[in-house]
C-alpha cells in the first residue's frame, strides 16, 4: 500500500484499540479547518478520500460500516472511492503531505 509514515504502525497497534471514527473526522475537520458536513459529499474532496483512507488502514473499518458512516447506499462505491484515492496518492505529493500531516495529527490525538 501506499504512505508509511512513521505513526501509521503505532496507530494501527495502539492499546486505545480502533482508531474512533469521530477521532478521525474531527482530524479532517481541523486539518481542513471546514466541517465534516461541508466536504464529506463533495466530489473528489481530499478530506474525505483521506479520512475514508485512514478509516480503513488504520482504523480497521469494514466497507460497509464505512458506507454506513457516511450514509453511502453500497459499500462497493467506498471501495472503488479508496483504490481510486490510493492510485492517485502514489502520484501526488501534496496528497502524500496531505497524509502524513494527518497522520500525524491523529496520532498527537491518541498520543503516539
Not at 450514509?71 to 492517485?88: L, N, S
Request: glycine share 8%.
Amino acid at each position: 500500500m501506499i504512505i508509511h509514515g512513521e505513526h501509521e504502525q503505532a496507530l494501527a497497534d495502539s492499546h486505545y484499540g480502533r482508531v474512533a471514527w469521530p477521532d478521525l473526522v474531527r482530524c479532517m475537520e481541523e486539518l481542513k479547518k471546514e466541517p465534516w458536513s461541508a466536504f464529506r459529499d463533495r466530489r473528489g474532496d481530499w478530506g474525505r478520500d483521506v479520512t475514508l483512507w485512514a478509516a480503513r488502514r488504520l482504523g480497521g473499518y469494514t466497507l460497509a460500516e464505512l458506507a454506513r458512516e457516511v450514509g453511502a447506499d453500497d459499500y462497493t462505491a467506498i471501495y472503488q472511492g479508496v483504490r481510486r484515492f490510493e492510485t492517485r496518492s502514489k502520484k501526488d505529493d501534496k496528497l502524500l503531505r496531505i497524509m502524513r500531516q494527518y497522520e500525524r495529527k491523529l496520532a498527537s490525538m491518541y498520543n503516539v
